[in-house]
Nanobody, 116 residues
Framework: QVQLVVSGGGLVQAGGSLRLSCATSRGSFNINAMGWYRQAPGKQRELVARITSSGSTNYADSVKARFTISRDNAKNTVYLQMNSLKPEDTGVYYC??????????WGQGTQVTVSS
C-alpha cells in the first residue's frame, strides 16, 4: 500500500501562512503528476493545486497567487506553501497523484483551520 504522510497543518489566523509536506512511498513518484486536495466540512474533496513531474503547476482559482506547490523528486515529497490564508481555506488537506482514481489510498490528511 502506498504511504502518504502529510504534515504541517494546524490552526492559524486569517492572513497567516502554513507549509504542508507530503512524503510518499509511491514508487513511480518521479513520473507522476501530484496534487494537493482539500475537503471542507460538508463538501466534496477538491483539487487545489497540481504539479507535473517536470514542475509545471496549476491552481484552483480560489488559491491562485496565495498557494505555491513544489516538489522534491529526490525525497519523494511534495509541498504546499499557503499564504494569506482565509477562513474558507479551512478543511482537511490531502496529497495524491493527479489525476486520482476512486481506488486510490488517501491517508489521513492534515487539518487546516483558519480563524477569522
Amino acid at each position: 500500500q502506498v504511504q502518504l504522510v502529510v504534515s504541517g497543518g494546524g490552526l492559524v489566523q486569517a492572513g497567516g501562512s502554513l507549509r504542508l509536506s507530503c512524503a510518499t512511498s509511491r514508487g513511480s513518484f518521479n513520473i507522476n503528476a501530484m496534487g494537493w486536495y482539500r475537503q471542507a466540512p460538508g463538501k466534496q474533496r477538491e483539487l487545489v493545486a497540481r504539479i507535473t513531474s517536470s514542475g509545471s503547476t496549476n491552481y484552483a482559482d480560489s488559491v491562485k497567487a496565495r498557494f505555491t506547490i513544489s516538489r522534491d523528486n529526490a525525497k519523494n515529497t511534495v509541498y504546499l506553501q499557503m499564504n494569506s490564508l482565509k477562513p474558507e481555506d479551512t478543511g482537511v488537506y490531502y496529497c495524491n497523484r493527479y489525476p486520482s482514481y476512486p481506488s486510490d489510498y488517501w491517508g489521513q490528511g492534515t487539518q487546516v483551520t483558519v480563524s477569522s
